[in-house]
């Protein structure tokens, strides 16, 4: 159904910064790993072409350093992790999504 397609496209695009933040709080890691536990979530339908630009405006936006380290596997990896500011960014986008999901729960159930 094609509304329904578009509105999922929407709700995926502005639930995956989120989710990028959520990943890199819980340890340093490098971009793909970030690409291999998106697309454990199926609906989020993820690509590479779509995270690296998200990766590197969360870094302009000093939410995110990131360093450049030798690799035995291949080329070297840039690994991401939190700033200070990232992490104090995500407790609040957190906050807000638990916040908005328990209303929308409750609208579904037919409270408010």
Do not use: F
Request: positive net charge.
């Amino acid at each position: 159904m094609e509304g329904v397609d578009n509105w999922t496209t929407q709700l995926r695009k502005g639930v995956l910064e989120l989710c990028i933040l959520n990943i890199i709080g819980h340890r340093r890691i490098y971009g793909y790993d970030i690409v291999k536990h998106l697309r454990d979530v199926d609906t989020l339908v993820v690509r590479e072409g779509t995270i690296y630009p998200i990766l590197s405006r969360l870094r302009r936006d000093g939410l995110l350093r990131a360093s450049l380290e030798e690799s035995s596997e291949g080329p070297a990896r840039k690994y991401y992790e939190l700033t200070r500011r990232g992490e104090q960014v995500l407790v609040e986008m957190n906050g807000y999504w638990d916040v908005l999901t328990r209303g929308i729960h409750d609208l579904r159930k037919g409270g408010r």
